[in-house]
Every structure is written in C-alpha cells, then in structure tokens.
C-alpha cells in the first residue's frame, strides 16, 4: 500500500501563486507515475498534472503555461507549483500515485483546498 499526505493549500489572490506537496510513504517503490486531480463543487474530478518516473510529464490544456509538476524520485515528493492562478482553479486538489502492475485508479491523498478569489 501507499500513503499519500498533500499540505500546502489555502487561499490566494487571482494572479497568485501557490505550490502543493504530496509525500508518498509505503511501497514507494512500486509508484510508476503520480499526478494530481481536482475537483470543483458541482463538476467531476479531472485531471490537472502528471508525471512518471521517467520523467514524462502531462497537463492539462487549461494549466499549461502555468503549472508546473516536478519531483517523484528525489524525496518520494511530488510538487504541483501554480502560478498565475484564477477564480476557476478553485477545488479541491488531490494527489495520486499509479501503480506498476496494477490496475485501477491507484492510491489517493486526502486532498486539499485551494480558493482563489477575484
């Protein structure tokens, strides 16, 4: 199993910046991507950015040029830097870990709330 703690939401001005956290404990070494989803009141959970551990890294359309996703092998960490953030990125955020061999969704963090007002 592996478990997955996010910190480093809150509540920002439209324009801001924020950078999430995921730490992954268990059985880390297992972990071929992670990623992170959100969801907003109302709206399904999407997916905002992956990466693998090989480095290959995937976003989507409406946070390229803004978000950026980094780590998975130093620290068993994974970041989510936003920046340029707008009223519409407000959800709550999640982090995911996809297994190797596995199938299915894989393991999910608590998530954390991210507000950006206007």
Known sequence: QVQLVESGGGLVQAGGSLRLSCA????????????????????QRELVAAIARVGVTNYADSVKGRFTISGINAKNTVYLQ??????????VYYCNAKMLG???????????????SS
């Not at 992954?24 to 969801?39: E, L, P, V």
């Not at 936003?82 to 959800?91: F, G, R």
């Not at 596995?102 to 950006?116: A, C, I």
């Open 24 to 43: 992954a404990s268990g059985s880390i070494f297992r972990i071929a991507a992670m990623g992170w989803y959100r969801q907003a009141p109302g709206k």
């Open 82 to 91: 936003m920046n340029s953030l707008q009223p519409e990125d407000t959800a």
């Open 102 to 116: 596995l199938p299915g969704e894989g393991y999910w963090g608590q998530g954390t709330q991210v507000t950006v």
